[in-house]
């Protein structure tokens, strides 16, 4: 009876590897939109320049495609498992830029690949890194007034209305960010308008700056969005 064949790592390159940085996976990343898996940082850096799978060239999404990233710990696992000492290496590697803390453009340490593995875990800390580099915006956020609207009592104006945020800050960032200065129960929703038209919650600042906001020149800044208790035109 013959011993069962013995397969080598590289029979599956082709499923651990980025397609991007022709490396292994590293905080495998997968487009719900397509299915395709990327490194981390990888795909969040292409997705700067571009809305497409860099893979089947699919738009992922109109205005914000790292809303469609989705972290596979599975698949981590099994190139972790197929890999020898890839976890220890890794695990060096963060630990060698928060050792040195370089600081180039006000950040510590380069921003290549390997020294965002630890940046970028789908959500919390790491987008607050991510941001602070990004192209600012500044938003005057104006309470709009109706006294036949109802919850008008609930919404008031901020005491400070203007803000400064990342061009990619979401509408539903703002939403939230209002329902927090505002202290409105967590069920309560607002609408946010530019120029009298609802903006959804996947648009982008420079989205709206881009496409919305009608004024140009010394009066175009800032931008002003308007909020109000939400219409329910069902």
Known sequence: ?????????????????????????????????????????????????SNDCPKCGIQVHETNPRE???????????????????????????????SRKWKENGEDGPRSKRSRLDDDDGGGGGDGDY?????????CLDCLRNSS????????????????CSTRVTVGTI???????LKLPSSYELDVLCNGEIMGKDHTMEFIYMTR????????????????????FG
Not at 21 to 28: A, D, E, N, V
Not at 175 to 181: A, D, G
Request: aromatic share 10%.
């Open 1 to 49: 009876m013959t011993s069962p064949r013995k397969h080598l790592v590289k029979d599956f390159n082709h499923f651990i590897t980025c397609y991007v940085c022709k490396g292994y996976l590293i905080k495998p990343t997968t487009v719900t939109e397509c299915l395709h898996t990327f490194c981390r940082s990888c795909i969040i850096q292409h997705f700067e320049d």
């Open 68 to 98: 469609m990233l989705r972290l596979d710990n599975t698949l981590e696992e099994i190139i972790f498992k197929l890999v020898p000492g890839l976890r220890e290496k890794q695990q060096q590697e963060i630990e060698f830029w928060r």
């Open 131 to 139: 941001h602070r580099s990004d192209p600012q915006i500044a938003i």
């Open 149 to 164: 609207l109802v919850g008008e009592n609930v919404v008031k104006g901020l005491m400070k209305k203007f803000i400064r």
């Open 175 to 181: 939403k939230k960010f209002l329902s927090l200065k």
């Open 213 to 232: 906001w009608r004024l140009r020149g010394e009066t175009a800044y800032p931008m002003v969005l308007e909020y109000r208790p939400r219409i329910d």
